[in-house]
Structures are given as C-alpha cells and as structure tokens.
C-alpha cells in the first residue's frame, strides 16, 4: 500500500498529524471523510503521484493524528482549526501553494482552507459535500432519513457508547472493498476509544461552529477564488437531496466544474482510476 510513499508522523503548533506523502511534481493534499484514514487513498494516490507530490494525512481527530482537547464551543476540532493543520503541514514539506481535494467531511475541511487560506489554495476539488450551512438550512424529511447521523453524533457520550459496543457491526467495511491493509488501518481506529471520540467531536463542530463560520462568510460575501471542482456520487444521495448539486456551489464558489461519477460513496475506493483521472484532468486544465 502506497509504495514509494514515506509514513510520518509530523508535529504542528497545535496537532500532530500522521502523514503519507510521495511523488514529485506539483503538490495536492488529499483529505479523507468519516470514518476512514489516509489509507482510503491508497488506490488513488500512486495514479498522482505520476505527476504530483501527494500528502495524505489523518486529519486531526482521526486515524493516529492527534485528538483535540474538548471545549464547549468544539474549536479545537472545527474546520477552521483542521485547515490551518493542513497549511502549517504542507508548509512544513515545503509548499507553500498547493490544490486540496477533500472526501466527505474532508470536503468540509478543504473547503474552510480555499476560504481561510486563498493564498494558499491554487485549486479546490469537494467530493460529495455542499457547504455546512446550506445542508442545514435545506434539511427537511429526507436528510433528516438519510443524513440522521449528524444529529445523533451532535448529543453528548451517547454516540460514543453506541459505536464503541460493536464499531464492525457500527462501520461494516470490508478487506475486499478497502484493500487489506486500509481495512486493517480503518479498524484499528474504530476500536480506539480517543479516535471514535476525535471523529464525532467533528460533527458537534459542525452543528455550531462550523456553521456560524459559514453563515459569517456569506453575509460577507465571500466566495471561493480559485478553481473549483465538485464531484458526488451518484450511487449516494446528494442529487436526490439537492437535485443540481452545482447549482448549491453557485453562490460560494467563482469558477466551478464538476458531474456525478457512477459509484457509491466512497470513491476513492471504488472508482479509483475514474476519479484520479477526473482529478488530473482538472488540475491540467484549471
């Protein structure tokens, strides 16, 4: 897995991040969801880094990165504190500019670094994602259904305690869908007690502070300036939520680009070679 690829584990100003990073050429970050690691990368990141550097890391909360002290407000783990992790880290290997493609709440964390961070950010590809606030502020019956785990996650213990009393019968995955040493490396934190605990403090941020950073940025006007991508999974629900998912992006982004791949959630192990080819292409042509 991720041969030629280097393993660190790099210390920050406020997290220690474990990192996988190879290749050489122009750099991407690659950004993982819930509940996966880096390791979900594992089929796409090789196909980059042909023509890339490609850093991906545990984001701070998941996989063996550090766990963010608990506070009331959830700071520590908002996206706002995730992005300046992933600034300070690609600087830290020597990047000063660099594209960042983000998965699921990954996609939550990639965005806040293109609108933190715009001098940083040379290209911004969101996989099934829409901004925080505008998944709340459209929520009706059917994300409630579907996305009903936002909310549990968002209540005290309770959460943790479920996931931590079966995490395989919680999570499922699988060896022959991940990969045998993704598998191994995504179990490893769905057992871990700190982990668990690290990646459902993502959603409390969500619910408050992440929102409150998104509303301040649209009352602001703020828009994403660099070149944007956004592809979704037309195997998920984002276009049976939002219909035309880009018409959601609109409002937040400058110039964007995207479409549906035929998979199911979670591309990077699915669709690898599709989805590493839609990547290049848009860093070639953006």
């Given at each position: 897995m991720f041969e030629g690829f280097k393993l660190d584990t790099i210390v920050l100003s406020e997290a220690s991040l474990r990192v996988r990073h190879g290749g050489n050429g122009p750099?991407?970050?690659l950004l993982h969801g819930h509940p996966r690691t880096h390791a979900t990368w594992h089929r796409v990141a090789p196909l980059l880094a042909q023509h890339h550097t490609v850093v991906c890391p545990d984001?701070?909360?998941f996989g063996r990165s550090s766990k963010a002290p608990d506070t009331p407000d959830h700071s520590?783990?908002?996206k706002r504190a995730?992005?300046?992790d992933c600034v300070e880290l690609m600087r830290r290997l020597g990047h000063e500019r660099f594209a960042v493609i983000g998965h699921d709440r990954g996609s939550y964390t990639a965005f806040r670094a293109a609108m933190d961070h715009p001098d940083s950010v040379t290209h911004l590809g969101i996989l099934d994602g829409v901004p925080i606030v505008e998944a709340l502020e459209r929520c009706d019956a059917r994300f409630a259904k579907l996305w009903w785990h936002w909310f549990f996650f968002g209540q005290p213990e309770k959460p943790e305690q479920a996931i931590l009393a079966d995490p395989d019968r919680w999570y499922g995955g699988s060896p022959d869908g991940m990969g045998e040493e993704a598998y191994e490396d995504f179990r490893a934190s769905i057992h871990d007690p700190a982990t668990v605990h690290g990646m459902v403090e993502d959603y409390r941020a969500?619910?408050?502070i992440d929102r409150q950073h998104d509303e301040v940025d649209r009352r602001a006007g703020r828009r994403i300036t660099c070149p944007t991508m956004i592809l979704w999974s037309l195997r998920d629900d984002l276009e049976l939520l939002?219909?035309?998912?880009?018409?959601?992006w609109a409002s937040w982004t400058m110039q964007q680009r995207g479409r549906g791949l035929d998979c199911g959630h979670h591309m990077a192990e699915e669709a690898p070679n599709e989805l590493a080819s839609e990547i290049l292409n848009f860093l070639r042509d953006a």
């Open positions: 750099p991407i970050l984001l701070r909360g520590g783990s908002s995730k992005a300046r969500g619910l408050g939002y219909g035309d998912v880009l018409a959601v």
